[in-house]
């Protein structure tokens, strides 16, 4: 009785690490991204190349269809000319500009830039969001940059790029 014990604890912790193997999981027809969750970060990098301390607006969600789900904002100040960053770690279901709510309404201002002598501008973003897996992965650097674009009506671009390391 005591070998079958211990033949049966034996079995059952290889029939559970089998169940946490990516090969196995995707054999018997399941997503290993559903059951293992990525490990990692992804990093936000903030670049104001404007003359003028601007506020960064991002937020970050657990679930992509579901903001009341680990929905998170951050507020990053940056000075005339500097990158700071954020460090988020996964797994994550989002990232993009703006803020959430607690009505979960999203604000798209992605940064208000505080001119010295003038009154602050808030500069919607107009990009999409960065749902995990589709246009995002852990590891992965967003560059976010705003900067002057010489006209009267829109002073300021904001742009967004993912950067990927091999």
């Given at each position: ?65 579901d903001l009341s789900k680990g929905a998170r904002n951050y507020f990053v ?14 797994p994550i279901g989002l990232v993009s500009l703006g803020t959430v709510g ?65």
């Amino acid at each position: 009785m005591g070998a079958l014990l211990a033949l049966g604890s034996v079995l059952g912790c290889a029939l559970g690490s089998d169940l946490l193997n990516a090969e196995a999981l995707v054999w018997l027809g399941l997503d290993p991204g559903t059951i293992i969750p990525a490990r990692g970060s992804v990093l936000i990098a903030f670049t104001n190349d404007t003359p003028n301390p601007v506020e960064f607006h991002a937020y970050t969600a657990s679930d992509a269809a579901d903001l009341s789900k680990g929905a998170r904002n951050y507020f990053v100040e940056a000075p005339p000319g500097q990158t700071l960053n954020e460090v988020i770690d996964c797994p994550i279901g989002l990232v993009s500009l703006g803020t959430v709510g607690e009505d979960l309404m999203v604000d798209r201002t992605g940064a208000i830039v505080r001119p010295a002598a003038e009154a602050a501008v808030a500069v919607a973003y107009t990009g999409a969001e960065l749902p995990y897996g589709s246009g995002l992965s852990c590891g992965d650097v967003v560059a976010v940059r705003i900067r002057g674009s010489g006209t009267e009506g829109d002073p300021y671009t904001i742009s967004v790029r993912v950067l990927r390391w091999p």
